[in-house]
């Protein structure tokens, strides 16, 4: 994907930012919020997928456990933002995320 912008356009841009700072402030406090939580829960699937010993929809014979969905949880980080994770669970409840 190529982004063509003209120098026009840039200008005009940066005199809105001049304007209202705080909007660009917000834009990046939503993408650091989001960016954090898809990190965060992402961990927190690579940590399933060592605990249960294989990747999603791998199968195994026997009684084993597997993945069981994911509860979505909304945490705070030291006081400064607040995140959307999805933890996810297996079906003995017996991982700890």
Known sequence: MKLEISVPE???IFKEI?????????????DIRKTIGQYLSGLMDAELTHFLGRKPYERLKGDVNYRN???????????HC??????????????KN
Do not use: A, W
Not at 69 to 77: A, D, I, K, V
């Open 10 to 12: 840039v200008v005009d």
């Open 18 to 30: 001049q304007g209202q700072p705080e909007q660009l402030y917000d834009m990046i406090r939503t």
């Open 82 to 95: 607040e995140v959307d994770l999805q933890i996810p669970g297996d079906r003995k409840g017996t991982s």
């Open 69 to 79: 969905g994911f509860y979505e949880r909304n945490c705070m980080l030291k006081g």
